[in-house]
């Protein structure tokens, strides 16, 4: 098998392995480091991540598809996720809806033929206090009104917004550094055999 | 009435970096846990119990009677439920974000009290920022020694690792919750056997708590159960961070002293909720999540009280309050809310998942104009199929209490805006203005 990851991807994720008494408890963060990586979930990192958590691409995909944050499909760079529950809804985010969709000329569960951005319908993403909220790859914005939406849609095409709103960046920017399983300050040296 | 109260789980949230180690050092942090690693961990626990710390997460169970029903065993592990989805709710996410360290220093507390060598905070995928907040804080928190091996110096050593979840409100559920920590689809376990206190993660006992709980720890061990206790009255005791949106003039979150507080309070004082958006009149709210059964105008002097809301046919639940004004409409909200536990079943049971979907589809036809007067009972047959009698709280036929909250906004939509109902049946559309002409489609 040919190597997924990068280098320093790989590395990362055998860390992350590390961390749990059982690898396949890594399963899901591993498919977010690949998603970190490539923008979605593909099948030679399936492959690579059940090689690391002891178990089968099947089983990875099988449990990745459970998961409304796992693509393992195409996404587009920008995954716009508008919250239509009870809050949101009560505070026109329907409409909202409505114009995100003329907007990006996509319906919601589509991706632009540029593969710029991928419009979803979300559940409640609890922000309701500032509703309808929005968030961009995980990343809360203010975008809760026609004009602002548009504003933001712009931001994100010209790319202005990279260090903001990184591509599926659930677990790229900070990692655990400190008390490693293995390491010096780790209180699991001898637990693990 | 609005108390002297002390905000205990928000109180740093006034500065602005109140997620740092230097800032929570600054404000009294980690004092707590010095305190309990001198203190034997039974009477650690003895001071939650007569806290009498009601749990968080939504069920209400006292967090010092739970620990106390662990499995004696080689290996108990604790589970912080930082997971989050109850629609409405938004306090986790605001302490995870804004308090990270409050909630290690928690998780370390009450893994010493009950002997867990190692912690799992679980926190839903969606907040990315909270996880980076968390995971930053982990770091720093080895690097100050309240983590990691021989805390502060004591014979107590604890590992806490940071979980990502991945869009899945099911695995807010405790046992759905372990299956996720454990790498694989949340479906709930059966129980019994499956409860974690006896079979948890990996087959050993452990113990689940809500991160709001855990949130409150510190200040009980720093003040004392009794402190705790002589908040609130009865058995809810302290104060509690309530969610308020919807029609509302000033949503947000507010850290109330329990059963002193009335909703009426929650949603009018100027200081708090400010009474209802644009001026507008109150027609309903829900009190304790979108599993919660409505309440009227005529509930609003209830207190925020576990038993008192219970009484009234319903529940405090996750602790966040919806308001609905004249302008909303009973059906459209009813709708959305039973679309959410349709998309969100697991599909374990029949009744859920079927129901869930029927429920969904006749909803629908009726606020898009196409229901027929016959719904009416049919709604009510498939809410008895999902919790028989369709009474507070709900008998149960499925694996988790998912299947069974289905019913609540449904019969609550229906026995107190009946009319409503007909008028979209008869005249073959919503009443309300702004009904979108094509609501989102599947899912
Ligand atoms: C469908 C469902 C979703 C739940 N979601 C959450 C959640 O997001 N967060 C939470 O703390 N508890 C949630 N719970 C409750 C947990 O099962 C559990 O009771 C709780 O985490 C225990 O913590 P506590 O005793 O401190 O409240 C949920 C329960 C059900 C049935
Ligand atoms: S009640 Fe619904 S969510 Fe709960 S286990 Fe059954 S099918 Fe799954
Ligand atoms: S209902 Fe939309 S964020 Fe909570």
Known sequence: ?193 | MLTSAPRIVTSRLDHEDSYTLERYLATGGYKALHKALRMKPEAVAAEVNRANLLGRGGAGFPAGRKWSMLRAAETTYLVVNGDESEPATFKDHLLIERDPHQIIEGAAIAAYAVGARLAFIFCRGEFALGLERLTAACNEAYEHGALGGRIFGSTFSLDIVVHPGAGAYICGEETALLESLEGKRGFPRIKPPNFPAAIGLYGEPTVVNNVETISALPWIIQNGGDAFAALGAGTSTGTRLFALSGRVARPGWYELEMSKTTFRDLIFDPALGGGIADGGELKAFIPGGVSAPWLGPDSLEIGLDQEAVGRAGSMLGSGSVVVLDQTSCAVRAAWRITRFFWRESCGQCTPCREGGHWLEKILRRIEEGDGRFSDLDLLMDVCDNLAPGVSWPPEQTTICVLGSSIPSSVASALRMFREEFATHIRTEECPFAGAPHEMAGGR
């Open chain 1, 1 to 193: 098998m040919t190597a997924h990851f990068s280098a320093e991807n790989r590395a990362r994720a055998e860390a992350l392995v590390a961390l749990y008494p059982q690898s396949r408890s890594a399963l899901v963060p591993l498919c977010h480091l690949a998603q970190a990586q490539d923008g979605w979930l593909c099948a030679e990192a399936m492959e690579e991540i059940a090689e690391l958590c002891g178990t089968t691409p099947a089983e990875v995909y099988g449990t990745a598809t459970f998961y409304d944050m796992l693509h393992t499909e195409r996404v587009g760079r920008h995954v716009i996720a508008i919250c239509t529950n009870i809050a949101c809804l009560l505070a026109g985010a329907y409409e909202l809806v409505e114009h995100a969709e003329r907007r990006l000329g996509v319906r919601c569960g589509q991706t632009t033929e540029d593969g710029e951005f991928t419009l979803e319908e979300a559940e409640c993403l609890a922000g309701c206090d500032a509703a309808p909220c929005v968030q961009v790859n995980h990343r809360f914005v203010a975008a809760g009104d026609a004009a602002s939406f548009d504003a933001l849609v712009d931001e994100l095409a010209k790319g202005r917004r990279r260090q903001e709103v990184p591509r599926h960046g659930v677990l790229c920017r900070i990692e655990r550094t400190v008390g490693l399983p293995g390491s010096e300050a780790s209180p699991r040296r001898q637990a693990r055999s």
